[in-house]
Nanobody, 123 residues
Framework: DVQLQASGGGLVQAGGSLRLSCAVAGLTFGNSAIAWFRQAPGKEREGVACIVSDNDDTVYSDSVKGRFTIASDNAKNTVYLQMNSLKSEDTAVYYC????????????????WGQGTLVTVSS
């Protein structure tokens, strides 16, 4: 079974930082695309960042580029999302998702999803 476990959400003030973690099991970690998505109330889900650790392929949405960093720890099968300079518009439920195959693309379908973790940014 593929399992993704997201954690690390919470309440933070605007301008602050938060780090999310996604523990992955059941996928060939280094050769899989692991991504963070988010969904704000009343909005569609959007891709935030994606990584394939074996080839250092990373993709970011324009809305977080320069503020968020995705990284992986192959020894722990865990992907992190470091979020800096947080804004109120970053408030959302954040989900991690995984797919077999070493390609990060928002056009591909991610078949495996974890539960969400809520990030609330107060202004």
């Amino acid at each position: 079974d593929v399992q993704l476990q997201a954690s690390g959400g919470g309440l933070v003030q605007a301008g602050g930082s938060l780090r999310l973690s996604c523990a992955v099991a059941g996928l060939t970690f280094g050769n899989s695309a692991i991504a963070w998505f988010r969904q704000a109330p009343g909005k569609e889900r959007e891709g935030v960042a994606c990584i394939v650790s074996d080839n250092d392929d990373t993709v970011y949405s324009d809305s977080v580029k320069g503020r968020f960093t995705i990284a992986s720890d192959n020894a722990k099968n865990t992907v992190y999302l470091q979020m800096n300079s947080l804004k109120s518009e970053d408030t959302a439920v954040y989900y991690c998702a995984g797919d077999r195959g070493p390609l990060c693309s928002w056009h591909k379908k991610f078949y495996h999803w974890g539960q969400g973790t809520l990030v609330t940014v107060s202004s």
